[in-house]
């Protein structure tokens, strides 16, 4: 995936007003040299939000939440770091450049143009060619009106090898470029291209900004598959994007519900109808990327299923996913051999809401479901569906939860709840998920005197140039505590072998992890006299110091104990030695004032 180049990064933070990006999305109330505001990042009725022009950064003072301009838009937006560059890139007419390019030098960018290209290019066919006859009438049949048709951007591929790359060419676009956007596919062996949709009726897939992605095809003739999906592209991801977001993510902001179908036409005959909130996975199951995504816009996932499908589903093990995500997941039983299209059609949009609106939370549902899938008159049954359940509860990482649902169990089977503890237990002794991540090994909790040197002596060196080069010189960036801090003192260091300064904008720019850039600004916000730099940057260096001798003394006390007299002799040796040099601060060091 191409990324976005340093100097695009630099002339967009430098280009953006933070004042102004912010109050395109809350009001803000002049306070003083700086401006303030409810926070629209939690609740709260005393304004405790503040704009600091000067220092281009925000910082809400209740939930702790700070940043830039980029940081900002990448919360506000729910969106990663590239992608709030280019939304801010777009507001100020700035030129996205690549540090790479993507598949053959071919950059996001790119792409988004020729997929536009693309879904106005068979919304034409759709509309005007006689060979769209049949997909006309098959969505006219499926009750897709024409003001839908033209609001989901509906469209129809010519069935023919190439004929969008024919047309591609004459509109400007090589045939490497619609390869790279999943228009086209590389011939193997022969060379050359072909078209990858060809005689279907065509659903654009498109970002939560309403940008198109990628396609859905469905065949009008018998053949298979049935329904073809563009491939994996660098805009484009099954596995994290849903049809039907951009125009259902209003609906479902207002009620933090989600409603999940399967298919395309699951979500636009229910919209259509008036029943929104509806979106759909690409021909995958849900995936903790999905998950993640849908936690920006809501609190409730709901799974809806035709009743015939309720035991199948309950078998399939993608539902553990949702219950080992510790999201709240429950599922709507739509009337049997029927999705939600068909309910709109045959019996309403009221009989779907009400389908939808009485959901059953996803554990309830499982139990049921496998009951009338293994039946519960013999002990046997009841066993087999008992065992599948306390796996599943073994899968919930919240212990309250895990014990409500483990008594729901219990009452539901007439089991004594601590017979269900006991067989939880043993199962997690002896039985732990093959697909258990690994344990990271412990990492030695960082002291706060330790943490807080390392950040002032960063904030000495944004404050004076002079200080800067000295401490680039004295505490290389592998010395700093933790992860987060080296990755800053080496972008740090990297600003200043470029520039001969620390600019403290492009610092929390240039970093790309929304973690770095928050404590980054909260290190801009200390505000160092740079006439006090070089004195505070030496107290720093030596608290630093200190403080890693103490954690190094606590580690060696343990090591001692399994040692002998002469090695013990020799570890205390070395010690004294690195504590002498790690706690000694060079007088010249630091340039005074």
């Known amino acids: 995936m191409a990324l976005i180049a340093d100097e695009t990064v630099l002339e967009v933070k430098r280009s953006v007003d933070i004042t102004e990006i912010v109050q395109g999305y809350i009001p803000l109330k002049r306070a003083g040299a700086s401006y303030k505001a409810l926070c629209p990042f939690h609740e709260e009725k005393t304004p405790s939000f503040i704009v600091t022009p000067q220092r281009q950064t925000f910082k809400c003072f209740g939930c702790g939440k700070g940043g830039d301009a980029i940081s900002f838009v990448m919360a506000q937006e729910n969106v990663d770091y590239p992608e709030a560059i280019r939304i801010l890139a777009e507001k100020s007419g700035i030129p996205v450049k690549y540090k790479e390019g993507g598949k053959d030098g071919i950059g996001r960018d790119d792409l988004y143009r020729v997929l536009e290209w693309a879904q106005e290019t068979f919304r034409g066919l759709l509309l005007k060619a006689p060979e769209a006859e049949t997909a006309r009438k098959f969505l006219a049949r499926r009750g897709v009106s024409d003001e839908t048709s033209d609001l989901y951007k509906l469209g129809f591929s010519m069935d023919s090898w190439d004929h969008l790359l024919q047309r591609g060419r004459k509109a400007g676009f090589d045939d490497k470029t619609l390869a790279a956007a999943g228009l086209a596919i590389e011939r193997e062996g022969r060379g050359g291209y072909y078209d990858r949709f060809r005689g279907r009726v065509v659903f654009p897939i498109h970002d939560p900004r309403g940008r198109a992605i990628g396609f859905g095809a469905r065949t009008l003739k018998d053949e298979q598959p049935k329904f073809l999906n563009s491939p994996e592209t660098a805009v484009f991801s099954k596995g994290r994007g849903f049809y039907g977001l951009h125009l259902s993510k209003e609906e479902i902001e207002k009620t933090r519900t989600v409603y999940i179908v399967e298919g395309y036409l699951d979500v636009i005959v229910p919209f259509q109808a008036g029943v929104k909130g509806l979106v759909a996975t690409l021909g995958t199951a849900l995936t903790r990327e999905h998950l993640k995504i849908l936690r920006r816009y809501a609190d409730k996932v709901v799974l809806v299923f035709d009743s015939d ?205 929304a973690a770095a850039m928050e404590v980054a600004a909260g290190i801009v916000d200390m505000d160092v006299d740079p006439a006090r730099a070089a004195e505070r940057a030496r107290g720093c260096q030596l608290s630093m110091g200190l403080a890693e001798a103490k954690s190094e003394y606590r580690g060696l006390q343990g090591r001692l104990n399994e040692a002998s007299e002469e090695e013990q002799r020799e570890k205390l040796k070395k010690f004294m030695e690195t504590k002498g040099q790690k706690s000694r601060v060079n007088p010249r060091a630091f340039p005074g004032r």
Do not use: W
Not at 382 to 389: D, L, S, T, W
Not at 421 to 428: D, E, F, V, Y
């Open 309 to 513: 499908a309720a035991g199948q589903k309950a078998s399939e093990r993608g539902l553990d996913l949702l219950l080992s995500e510790n999201v709240d997941i429950f599922v709507a039983n739509l009337p049997p051999g029927m999705d939600p299209d068909d309910v709109v059609i045959r019996e309403g949009p009221e009989r779907l809401r009400q389908c939808l609106e009485n959901p059953r939370e996803i554990f309830g549902f499982l139990m049921d479901a496998l009951s009338a899938k293994h039946g519960t008159g013999t002990p046997a049954a009841i066993g087999r569906i008992v065992e599948e359940m306390i796996e599943r509860l073994g899968l919930i990482p919240d212990p309250v939860k895990q014990e409500i649902l483990l008594q729901q169990l219990s009452a539901k089977f007439g089991i004594e709840e601590r017979t269900l503890r006991g067989r939880l237990a043993r199962k997690r002794e002896n039985e732990p998920p093959a697909d258990a991540p690994e344990r990271p090994e412990p990492v030695a909790p960082v002291s706060p005197t330790l943490d807080q040197a390392a950040r002032e002596l960063l904030a000495c060196a944004l404050a004076d140039k002079a200080v800067a080069a000295s401490i680039r010189r004295e505490v290389p960036a592998e010395r700093y505590p933790t992860a987060v801090l080296r990755k800053i003192a080496e972008t740090a260091y990297a600003l200043l072998d470029k520039a001969g300064e620390i600019n403290q904008g492009d610092l929390v720019a240039l970093l790309q992890d």
